[in-house]
């Protein structure tokens, strides 16, 4: 079994910073895609930033030139690093991750992490 954990939400000001880890534990898979989506209430998750195995990233229009997706593919881990946080960036931060096990691409969330930025 493949699970996600999460790391590193929490409360900031704004314009403060925050990195957030996800690492993929278990046997037997190829990580083909790993990402971060954001959820607030009454709205639907949308993709913050993502990154494949051959290092392609693609970022939220809101997210250029502030948030930094990086992957260290020896340890399953990707990271996000989030600079110049606005209070608009205040949500649920979900891993997710598309692989591939037993021949079979799964997508797994990991339990999500809440970031606030306050005014």
């Known amino acids: 079994q493949v699970q996600l954990v999460e790391s590193g939400g929490g409360l900031v000001e704004a314009g403060g910073s925050l990195r957030l880890s996800c690492a993929a534990s278990?046997?037997?898979?190829?990580?083909?895609?790993m990402g971060w989506y954001r959820q607030t209430p009454g709205k639907q998750r949308e993709l913050v930033a993502r990154?494949?195995?051959?290092?392609?990233?693609d970022y939220t229009d809101s997210a250029k030139g502030r948030f930094t997706i990086s992957r260290d593919n020896a340890k399953n881990t990707v990271y996000l690093q989030m600079n110049s946080l606005k209070p608009e960036d205040t949500a649920d931060y979900y891993c997710h991750a598309g692989l591939m096990r037993d021949r079979r691409y799964l997508e797994l969330w990991g339990q999500g992490t809440l970031v606030t930025v306050s005014s």
């Open positions: 990154i494949t195995n051959r290092g392609t990233v």
């Open positions: 278990g046997s037997s898979f190829s990580i083909i895609v």
